[in-house]
């Protein structure tokens, strides 16, 4: 017994010295008022710069710093630096390190600031909103200019963080219902100018600089480092006190550049995977990939996770472009994190946009998702199963009448997990299941990335171009499929008002005009916002709906004989404790009446021809039931 408690507490002291020396590694500041000391790991001694502003002049202090292991290189400066800028430099070009906390304009010089200092009142008290299950998310992703720009918006602080500590804000989201908030990078990116707020600049994001400081563009202030960390935090306690939580979208996959990142100028070829050939590996299509299974950029992403985590309360992460790293890594993320907070949801794409430096089978790829227990993907198969291939604009899928697609919508109805109903050879892109659990599996029909769904309904169905009931009609079908699944179900922003981006593609860098959020969408099609929000109480309000448990699955969720262009299911035997004994989903995408068989007896209809109304739209009588052409209808007894 003794021996086996003295090895229980050789390994758990090895893992608290292996996170603490992780820690410390990345640790490059640690200020005090009296003195500050600076870290950095890379191959060759820094010259350590102090300059008195964030962009600009010269440097007033150049030091040398002195190796204190192998690759570590520290100095201590004493007297009170705060206010202070720095950047170290190893002869490939000045850097504010790769794990600077604060920066200035632009992100060129770090800053030395008491983070203390940028703690909102009452933020001590702050804590992330408990998640019981991820079946319970109803996942809302946002761009933050996208979401307040607009003069219909009526907000206040118009494409900042702080938008979503506006009542208003606030007020909108609890009433579609949504309670996690899906925020696009927030982290400080390359392509924005921060020098010139008042100039009109757009982009998604997705070009990292700065890892773990909060872009500057979304502040007031890109040139006080203390701002743009507190007006973050400020945004995350409002949505907080409100019950709603934070997704912070993450980029580890690549930087903006390969020469001129700060991994690349601190220490060459560590954080980067490059070919048999010597040339860097592009599996991101940005033109690099970044290493995760390498330790600098494993430790890294870990390390970066559990700041953002306990430094800013997040709730989760959403993984770009998952499939760039390693299978090995996510799960370490997985693992720290569960000692943190279990509810911490992680979850990313399942795929890479090329080819990576790095055997396929290693790669956190949603086909291995089985492998990564607690880690979710985004289910392609239920995407395009609803609206059309991604390689094709202009086909259609299930919501547009093609038929054969209706096996790939059953199985991303039951989560992607092993149904005894669903014939997985007939599924679109899994020949077999690839989720353990349900809640592995996002659900969605669209987000930031490709066509909103108005335009996607619009390019691929002609119809749907001229015909605004037609349309309307098809997009609340697909988000019903969605919102039933037994997934983890997730929207795009402003698809509850119909939104458009005037048929862009990529609209990455592309203008407000294209991207912004038309809140006046809100009094023209007022029943699409009815619908949504209709739909995604239901779903709050229903257990049946989000069981969480593929062993709850295959006992509750029973599917209807397949139709044409029809797919219907029961969730029965009051499924995860519901209060409906059985409910009824079908979904018809022909433009005509069907009908479905079910049991002889009373139902209560709770939605059908665009409505939805929890306490009943009416009652009907089993047996053969009709169901109008591209609609849904739920009923339960």
């Not at 118009?158 to 899906?182: C, R």
């Not at 990292?208 to 480092?225: F, H, I, R, T, W």
Request: with cysteine.
């Amino acid at each position: 017994m003794k021996i086996k408690h003295y090895i229980i507490a050789f390994f758990t002291a090895l893992l608290c010295s292996q996170n603490a020396s992780a820690q410390q590694k990345f640790n490059e500041v640690s200020y005090s008022p009296s003195e500050t000391t600076f870290r950095l790991i890379a191959p060759s001694k820094p010259t350590l710069r102090l300059y008195d502003a964030g962009t600009g002049g010269k440097a007033y202090k150049k030091i040398k710093m002195e190796q204190s292991g192998e690759n570590t290189w520290t100095t201590t400066v004493k007297g009170n630096l705060k206010g202070k800028f720095y950047t170290f430099d190893i002869g490939h070009g000045e850097t504010p390190g790769v794990f600077a906390k604060a920066v200035g304009c632009n992100g060129i010089r770090g800053a030395v600031i008491d983070m203390k200092e940028t703690d909102p009142t009452g933020w001590n008290s702050d804590h992330r909103v408990p998640t019981k299950s991820p079946s319970d998310l109803i996942i809302y992703e946002l761009h933050h200019r996208d979401f307040s720009i607009d003069p219909s918006s009526g907000l206040v602080h118009k494409g900042k963080f702080l938008a979503l500590t506006e009542q208003k804000a606030i007020d909108y989201l609890k009433k579609l219902g949504v309670n996690t908030v899906h925020i696009l990078p927030s982290f400080d990116f390359a392509s924005v100018d921060e020098s010139k707020p008042n100039t009109p600049q757009y982009n998604w994001g997705y070009d990292p600089l700065n890892y773990n400081v909060p872009e500057g563009s979304y502040s007031y202030d890109a040139n006080l480092p203390t701002r743009r960390i507190k007006e973050f935090k400020q945004m995350v306690q409002a949505l907080h006190k409100a019950g709603i939580r934070v997704i912070l979208d993450v980029v580890y996959n690549h930087t903006f550049d390969l020469k001129n990142s700060n991994f690349e100028r601190t220490f060459p070829k560590a954080y980067y995977r490059y070919k048999a050939d010597g040339t860097p590996s592009d599996g991101s299509g940005c033109g690099n990939e970044t290493a995760s299974e390498k330790t600098l950029m494993h430790d890294f992403m870990l390390e970066s996770m559990k700041y953002w985590v306990k430094e800013y309360h997040i709730d989760g992460f959403r993984v770009d472009l998952m499939g760039v790293h390693d299978i090995q890594t996510m799960n370490d993320i997985r693992r720290e994190l569960n000692a943190i907070d279990p509810g911490i949801f992680i979850y990313g794409e399942g795929w890479s946009a090329g080819t990576c430096a790095y055997p396929h089978d290693k790669l956190a790829m949603k086909a291995a998702i089985s492998q990564m227990p607690g880690i979710a993907a985004f289910s392609d198969d239920i995407r395009d199963a609803l609206r059309g291939p991604f390689s094709d604009d202009k086909k259609t899928g299930f919501v547009g009448g093609i038929e054969g697609l209706e096996e790939s919508l059953k199985a991303g109805i039951a989560g992607m997990i092993a149904h005894p109903q669903v014939d997985y050879s007939k599924v679109n892109y899994s020949k077999k299941p690839y989720a353990t659990e349900p809640t592995q599996m996002i659900a969605y029909v669209s987000c930031h990335d490709d066509l909103c769904l108005v335009d996607r309904l619009k390019a691929s169905i002609p119809e749907a171009e001229y015909d605004e009931n037609e349309l309307i009609r098809l997009d609340e079908l697909a988000q019903t499929a969605v919102l039933t699944s037994q997934g983890v179900p997730f929207i795009l922003s402003g698809e509850e008002m119909l939104r458009d981006k005037k048929g862009v593609h990529n609209s990455f860098n592309s203008p407000d005009s294209i991207n912004h959020l038309d809140w006046n969408n809100l009094k023209a099609y007022p029943q699409v916002f009815n619908y949504y929000s209709g739909l995604i109480n239901l779903r709050k309000n229903h257990p049946a709906f989000r069981l969480g448990s593929a062993d709850l699955v295959c006992k509750h969720l029973e599917f209807l004989p397949v139709q044409k262009c029809l797919v219907a299911f029961r969730l029965k035997g009051h499924a995860g404790g519901d209060k409906w004994n059985n409910i009824y989903v079908i979904l018809n995408a022909n433009p005509e009446l069907r009908t479905v068989n079910i049991p002889k007896g009373k139902y209560t209809i709770v939605c059908a021809n665009g409505e939805v109304k929890e306490s009943g739209l009416g009652e009907m009588e089993g047996g053969e039931v009709t169901v109008d052409g591209q609609s849904a209808l739920i009923l339960h007894d």
